[in-house]
């Protein structure tokens, strides 16, 4: 079958770093998406990584593990707003999404 | 204005019910989506459509049904709502016009419950 694993919960520091690993086994591969989705709201685009290696976009980056079936998404300079789920979806050989339940971030001051 | 617009925004209706979701998009995307959210678990498709013409099951199509009107519009309906549909409904697009995958882009959601 296939299968999307995030942590459920983290929680960070203000001003601090936080990674959110995902692992996943998904038939076929055509690219990892990291969306970032506050309470009640729309899940709203982050990253985009289909290639082994790390993206950066400002605050922040994703990386990508192929051979692990490994994904982080990193980010910087933790600021309150970034209190939110973070869902990591995997494009599958058919490419449709298959989406992780999704990690809740909560930033402390 | 959204370019991607779901209405209603919320809904409480009863058991055996009809209810028709209807979702509509100014971004010009062939594609589009319905996915359900349920708390603890991830987004689920209920359909998709890469077309007018083109209609596909997804992960989680029992008991509810679509229809593509146009382009721009793709509708949800539940023939008769049960309480275990209560739910967040999401619809979304995307573009394939690029040859290269793109990101989909999500309306605000409608959140529904059936008492």
């Known amino acids: 079958g296939q299968n999307i694993d995030q942590p459920t919960e983290m929680t960070a520091t203000e001003g601090a770093i936080v990674q959110i690993n995902c692992t996943y086994q998904?038939?076929?591969?055509?690219?990892l998406f990291w969306y970032q989705q506050h309470a009640g709201e729309a899940p709203t685009f982050l990253s985009y990584n289909v290639l082994d290696g790390l993206e950066e976009k400002g605050r922040f980056s994703s990386f990508l593990s192929r051979s692990k079936g490994y994904s982080y998404l990193l980010l910087k300079e933790l600021q309150m707003k970034d209190s939110a789920s973070y869902l990591c979806?995997?494009?599958?050989?058919?490419?449709?999404?298959?989406w992780g339940a999704g990690t809740k971030l909560i930033i402390k001051p | 204005d959204a370019d991607v617009t779901q209405t209603p925004r919320n809904r409480i209706t009863k058991t055996g019910k009809r209810i028709m979701l209807e979702c509509s998009q100014t971004?010009?995307?062939?594609?589009m989506y319905w996915y359900r959210q349920d708390p603890g678990l991830g987004l689920r498709l209920i359909y998709y459509?890469?077309?007018?013409?083109?209609?596909n099951k997804g992960e989680i199509s029992d008991g509810y049904s679509v229809s593509r009107q146009a382009q721009a519009k793709f509708s949800l309906s539940l023939e008769s709502a049960i309480p275990n549909q209560t739910a967040l409904y999401f619809c979304?697009?995307?573009?394939?016009?690029?040859?290269?995958?793109?990101?989909?882009?999500f309306g605000d959601g409608t959140r529904l419950s059936i008492l």
């Open positions: 971004k010009g995307h062939d594609r």
């Open positions: 979806a995997v494009m599958d050989s058919n490419y449709q999404l298959i």
């Open positions: 459509s890469f077309d007018v013409k083109d209609i």
């Open positions: 979304a697009t995307s573009d394939s016009r690029t040859g290269e995958v793109q990101p989909q882009h």
């Open positions: 998904t038939s076929g591969f055509n690219g």
